[in-house]
């Protein structure tokens, strides 16, 4: 029960850093924030899913790295 609890915590420790890096985007630069996003909205469809594949490959591949 113990282990569990611990891989509870590290998932949970890994989506806070994510909120908190994805945070400091609009925090630090909220105009260049908006200016990206307003951006990402005119990707048609089929590009913004490659860029989606893209960033979780490099994810996987930086996990594999690291792990």
Known sequence: R????MIWQEILTVI???FIIE???PFVS??????????M???NTNNLR???FI????GVLLLVLVT
């Open 16 to 18: 806070s850093i994510l």
């Open 50 to 52: 490659i860029l989606g």
């Open 23 to 25: 945070g400091l985007i």
């Open 41 to 43: 909205s005119k990707l």
């Open 30 to 39: 909220p105009s260049k924030y908006k200016n990206f996003v307003s951006s």
């Open 55 to 58: 960033s979780m490959t490099f």
């Open 2 to 5: 113990g282990n569990k609890n």
